[in-house]
């Protein structure tokens, strides 16, 4: 038996509809994660699929579609909301509130011009993205089960369907809000805003609570960045109000350093791209802000929205002297860290490689970088760096393998790259699912050597370097 508390459907109607599911032809499941225990899910892998495509009901389950709005590359788009996605029902765990969502389970009103499918290729790359960002320690929507069907399904070719189960506290986005607002709902906006408090920041006032969500977006802003992940789709409606990273579609870990890299190719104008990421974040909360003016007087909205760039570059900061192996604050740490970047946007070495490298820099000696010499050169840029480096360390009293110990723990060796994803989506296709399994247990673990996946931490063969992918991936 599951118990469940669906909280969000005592909410005023406007802000959901009922709705069926329609089941994949031919379901076949692929994996299941270790959260159905976390869940409390007491079903055999028959029984769950066969609830999680539609086919079965539990007791006290719900089947709803969230109604939201949002502005889309930085136009209003109107009415949007769960076009493929239906909520199963939210659970009481001991982590607390999980609501489990299917991705793909068929036409909701909310799909506009969709048709409420999801394809192998965009499920599994959730799926996997969704487990790694975990694994790097970035606030994240989780899985649960990934199915496949017979389904065919129209995108730029034709596809065979999937489903994907996530696990999330919460699906309220910042578009939950604007839709409120912009259609003059003021007594729903008041209730969605008291709910918000009294069950996910059940401590603080509803000042404090917008002050909390720019913080945690700020830092999962700053945590992005860190390790090079791109979105790809930074839209309001993609913006959760719990700071979790939500709705894998275009994403990339960037590949070669180039820090105006976009990985959407539907992104004509870059507006999605790494080193925008900021400063849309900050541009998203002031869309939510803008919601509460009737609430809460502007110039307090204002102040809590100031306080964004502060705290994205305090917890950039942080994790950054953490990626660099620095203990202490010094004064010249973020002029340190933009020379380091310049360095490798014009040398074009790979981010992740190159940081995973520096973790076994002995200060003063070049030579320990062997890896990248071999592989890029002697590149001038980037030994000028390391003589700054090297001053920089030595206000350090920290041992150079104390220092590499700690490297290693900020500093993944494996990120998903599109091409590792492209090849375990190909193993899916073909009916498989060994690769996909082996590649979560790195991704879980993503600061661990796995020495059988070596060649998968050096810089992506250029064949097949910085893929773009869609929004429809």
Known sequence: MINFENTFQTLPPFLYERVKPTPLTKPRLIHVSHLKEDLGIALNEAELVKWLNGETALPGEQRIAGRYAGHQFGVWAGQLGDGRAISLGELMTAKGRQEIQ????????????????????????????????????????????LIT?????????????????????????????????????????????????????????LSEMLREIVHRTAKLMAQWQNVGFC????????????????????????????????????DHQGRYAYNQQPSIGMWNLERLMVCFMKLIPKEELQAILNEYPQQFEKEYLRLSRQKLGLKFEGPDDY???????????????????????????????????????????HRQEVKEWLGKYDERLGLESVSDEERNREMKKSNPKYVLKNYIAQEIIADVEAGNSQKLNAWLEVLYKPFDEHEAFEAYARPTPPEHKNYQVSCSS
């Open 335 to 377: 002029r340190l860290l933009i020379s380091c970047l310049q360095a490798l946007n014009h040398t074009s070495m790979d981010y992740t490689f190159f940081f995973r490298e520096l973790s076994h820099y002995q200060k003063g000696d070049v030579k320990s970088l062997k890896s990248i010499w071999d592989y890029y050169g």
């Open 231 to 266: 979105h790809g789709v930074m839209n309001t409606d993609n913006m959760s109000v719990l700071g979790l990273t939500i709705d894998y579609g275009p994403f990339g870990f960037m590949e070669d350093t180039v820090l105006n890299y976009v990985c959407n190719h539907s």
């Open 149 to 205: 069907g017979e389904d065919p399904v129209y995108r730029e070719s034709v596809e065979r369907s999937a489903l994907v189960a996530r696990v999330f506290p919460s699906n309220l986005r910042f578009g939950h809000f604007e839709l409120c607002f912009h259609f003059q709902k003021d007594e729903e906006l008041k209730a969605l805003a008291e709910y918000t408090r009294a069950t996910f920041f059940p401590d603080l006032t």
């Open 102 to 145: 299917t991705k793909g389970s068929g036409l909701t009103p909310f799909s506009r011009m969709g048709d409420g499918k999801a394809v192998i290729r965009s499920s599994v790359r959730e799926y996997l993205c969704s487990e790694a960002m975990a694994g790097l320690g970035i606030p994240t929507t989780r899985v649960l089960a």
